[in-house]
């Protein structure tokens, strides 16, 4: 009688505990890329699911236990088989992989005939089962919380930047211009579409001269990762400390996020009455800067599409890519075309908001893949990625058609923003057009350092009204692009640094490496 008590005092929790699994597995593989509010939305949808399965069941089966352990079966198997398939697709060629899906399917299905058929029959209690898979499921979910606060512990560093001076205008400034600085994410200069891609880009690169802009014709990205080039720019200075700070071997980008969300350039221009907008481009980045006044195009802020693809990856959907069109690619590829239409279309419209000069940030993750449209911005079929995957997704040919497709798009509307933009404004603005770095051009038996000479080449652009490019010079780097706008607009004595050049890889970005000068130059 005793026993029977304390059974029905016992607390269940195995289902909401194994529902969390999956999605502090997918962050703790990619905590160096991702925030933790990342992971909200798709906790509250997990739990949802998992709550209304174990209620429905529960209603039918009026028990809770065997409910509970049928709703974490079936949590566990929908979110266990695109393990099992990758690590069975890793011992046998492509053409096995349709073989694979449809007996890891058959098997899935016999699974869950067979346990439920035993669970609903059984006249067990499953006491001692339900504290089984109670302790079980608190030790998966410890595990991975260890390993998330180990590597917290392990990247931790009291990290405090150098004490910020405010810009210093001179006496001289009259009305002050607006600046508009537009990163597209891996855009080819015009050597790498000319050796590279058999694409002449000449066209647009009249276009912007004819309306006095300054080409920098061989211009280097200090940095080959996207993180890094960032923190650099917009705070004017290297970044090569970061090295000694985090270590070589880290891949956490954490200390350049926060160097990016509240940088030197914006704090600058904020003392002196600018108003700072900036464009969510989607990744963690550059998605809400803490110091802008306005995030645009945030429809989706606390939604992280890369938590959500790595999630589909281990799920049960993953066998939707060989059968049927995957319905979650459409999703993906919506959400970054919507995106990058939504900033398009809104920094033109920025001057009509305010009377005040303002500085816009806006940073496209495009013509970078996932490639999501044609030449004439058609929507396209290609596979929906996020960024280095270790294999190829696409063959060579078909990857720079998708690649240069992607740009051919992009370069047509730029030229329509920069129209409006030099048309339309009362007071010419300051506009700058970079790439953080060239694309990676890693094709069959490209050689390395052709490669790296690609990855670190790229387009950069820049119109001053008042015409004053002395600063400039066709090798500029990103480092002194901000420091030139404020000494040759603002009246501000920053001077210019050497520009350096320095490639690391994506498995190792903190070991840099400088860029021989004879290399870059020929």
Known sequence: ???????????????????????????SQNIHLILIQG???????????????????????????????????????????????KILESNVTE?????????????????????????????????????????????????????????????????????????????????????????LDEYAPLRTLNTVYDYDNSDFVKFLQERDFYIAKNSHSNYAETFLAMASTLNMKYV?????????????????????????????????????????????????????????????????????????QISIFRAFDMFIKDPSSEIFHQERRDRIFCQFDDITKIKQETEKPVFVFMHVMAPHDPYVFGPDGEEVDYKYTFGPTGTAYLDPSEEKTAYLNQLIYLTKTLRGVIENLQENSENQPIIIIQSDTGPSTKFGETANEMHQVDRMSIFNAYYFPNGKYDLLSDDITPVNSFRIVFDSNFQTDYGLVEDRVFYSTYEKPYELIEMNELLILN
Not at 255 to 280: A, C, R, T, W
Not at 291 to 310: E, G, P, R
Request: aromatic share 16%; net charge neutral.
């Open 39 to 85: 992971i909200i939305f798709p906790i509250l949808i997990i739990l949802g699911i998992t709550i209304a399965i174990w209620v429905s069941i529960r209603f039918i089966l009026k028990n809770t236990r065997k409910s509970a352990l049928l709703t974490s079966l079936y949590v566990f198997l929908f979110f266990s088989y695109g393990i099992i398939f």
């Open 95 to 183: 053409e096995y992989f349709i073989l694979i899906h449809v007996l890891l399917l058959i098997a899935y299905t016999a699974l869950v005939v067979f346990i439920t058929y035993y669970v609903v029959k059984t006249r067990r209690n499953f006491s001692y089962v339900t504290s089984t898979t109670n302790v079980v499921s608190i030790i998966l979910l410890s595990l991975i919380f260890f390993n998330i606060t180990a590597y917290n512990f392990e990247n931790f560093s009291s990290f405090n930047d150098e004490t910020y001076e405010p810009i210093i205008v001179g006496n001289n400034l009259g009305s002050l211009p607006d600046i508009y600085y537009i990163v």
């Open 240 to 312: 090569n400390y970061l090295s000694d700070t985090v270590g070589e071997e880290s891949l956490d980008q954490r200390i350049p996020y926060q160097m990016i969300s509240n940088n030197h350039v914006m704090k600058n221009l904020k003392s002196i009455g600018y108003e700072i907008y900036n464009f969510d481009s989607g990744w963690w980045g550059t998605r809400s800067l803490q110091i802008a006044d306005v995030n645009l195009c945030s429809k989706n802020q606390n939604m992280d599409f890369h938590t959500l693809h790595a999630l589909k």
């Open 1 to 27: 009688m005793q026993m029977q008590k304390n059974s029905k005092k016992f607390i269940v929790i195995h289902p909401i505990l194994i529902a969390l699994f999956p999605v502090f597995l997918v962050y």
